[in-house]
């Protein structure tokens, strides 16, 4: 049986194949259409600062994508476009990437190496380059989301096993797909170095004994931190009595400023990842998994990390873990918990004293989901609290912002 997360490999269909000019293609689709009938943070109004709408009880498209493969002897390519509508209706390339692997020597073992260039899912640990048709969640935690978001990069990638052991070793530009700052365009020179190096012992094809998968991930780089242009002196007219004239007690002069350089910060991560698969009989496949991150000054999509805004280092620390199991082929249940600190060393001034301030999101997840061939339909509970509330006192406070979501996805 399969293992739950592990069904497109190996569920699917065969899908035919083209030929075209010596490379075999394969195409493949996937579509995913949320309602979303309760949201706990919707308001019937706009964003007074951009005029967005503020509801979030709405039905849309997800994602819509589609795939192309090909592959050639031991060379191999891949096209991935993505459409959605969370803003407005958009297209990107999700995507795009070349490769060369050695095969191993016997059936059924992964290649030797491989080697792959161009934009593909950034190696970091199990959550972050997993691809969304195995993803049995409806999103990912929120310390991929804030630290590797969009989770694409472009780069140079080198991955292999032997024995047991599992290893890759990565170069990539350092500003992610869903960079927010920067939108995925490196504005410096510099690259993050990426590896993990872990292990698969898998046992389940003696009865009873779960396949378990390991790794240590590490990351380190360069951030950006954009100058400031120098400005020239001015002179500045208020008419502070309202009588249209000049008057010389009116006149303000404004000096200029030199300006700053614009300066690189290190930001560095360091993670471990643990997974253990089974199968029940009768009921089907299930799957345990935890994952934890520390990094610094990483945050480069939800509480943007930049020391030397701040004057001083970001510390951030993210975990997630939970449990998936199949209830026969039917059907499937699952939950998990994942908690996101952006600054561990968050503090305010309150009166004399420094109060500490955690900018801590949390979520747990629940879900249940029907399943026919490649067709899922999912029902998701996340209980989230968002730490950027305000008390009736004014004081930041944590806020409840839990979400009803209904999925229909179909793979093809």
């Known amino acids: 049986m399969v293992a739950a997360g592990a069904h497109s490999a190996s569920a699917d269909p065969l899908k035919p194949a083209t030929t075209a000019l010596g490379w075999d293609v394969n ?7 949320d309602a979303v009938p309760y949201a706990q943070g919707s308001v019937d109004d706009l964003n007074p600062g951009n005029g967005e709408p503020l509801n979030e009880e709405t039905i849309l498209v997800r994602r819509a994508l589609l795939r192309a493969q090909a ?23 999700l995507g795009a990437y070349v490769g060369w692997s050695e095969p191993a020597t016997h059936a059924g073992a992964p290649p030797i190496v491989t080697v792959v260039g161009g934009l593909f899912l950034i190696p970091f640990g199990a959550e972050v380059p997993t691809n969304l048709r195995d993803k049995p969640f409806l999103e990912v935690p929120t310390w991929a989301n804030a630290l590797f978001p969009g989770n694409y990069d472009g780069g140079v990638m080198a991955r292999g096993a032997y024995g047991v052991a599992r290893w890759t070793v990565a170069v990539t530009d ?25 292990g ?16 240590i991930s590490v990351l380190t780089g360069k951030g950006f931190h954009p100058g400031i242009q120098p400005t020239k002196d001015s002179i500045v007219w208020v ?48 799957w345990a998994f935890a994952e934890g991150v520390i990094a610094k000054n990483l945050d480069r999509g ?11 280092d970001v510390r951030e620390l993210g975990y997630s873990a939970g449990v998936v199991q199949d209830a026969t082929e039917w059907g499937q249940f699952g939950a998990r918990y994942d908690r996101y600190d952006a600054d561990r060393d968050a503090a305010t001034q309150g009166g004399l004293m420094f109060v500490q301030t955690k900018q801590i999101f949390s979520t747990l997840s629940v879900y249940g989901a029907l ?42």
């Open 239 to 286: 008419d502070a009595n309202g009588n249209g004239m000049v008057d010389p007690t009116e006149i303000i002069d404004v000096p200029g400023s030199p300006g700053e350089p614009s300066v690189s910060f290190s930001h560095d991560a360091i993670g471990g990842d643990a997974s253990v698969r089974w199968c029940l009989q009768g009921a089907g496949g299930g």
């Open 302 to 312: 939800l509480v943007y990390a930049d020391p030397i805004a701040g004057g001083r």
């Open 174 to 198: 350092g500003a992610p797909s869903g960079d927010l700052q920067w939108k995925g365009r490196d504005p410096q020179s510099s690259y993050d170095l990426i590896a993990r190096l872990g």
């Open 200 to 215: 698969v012992i898998d046992a389940r094809e003696t009865a009873g004994r779960p396949r378990v998968d390991f790794g």
């Open 27 to 33: 195409l493949d689709a996937l579509l995913q259409v």
């Open 371 to 412: 399943r026919w061939t490649t067709t899922r339909l999912q029902l998701q509970y996340d209980h989230n609290r968002n730490p950027f509330g305000l008390a009736d006192n004014g004081l930041p406070t944590t806020r409840g912002d839990d979400r009803l979501t209904i999925r229909a996805q179909v793979k093809w």
């Open 71 to 93: 592959h050639r002897d031991k060379a191999f390519a891949s096209i991935e476009l993505e459409s959605n509508d969370l803003n407005g209706p958009v297209t990107r390339l």
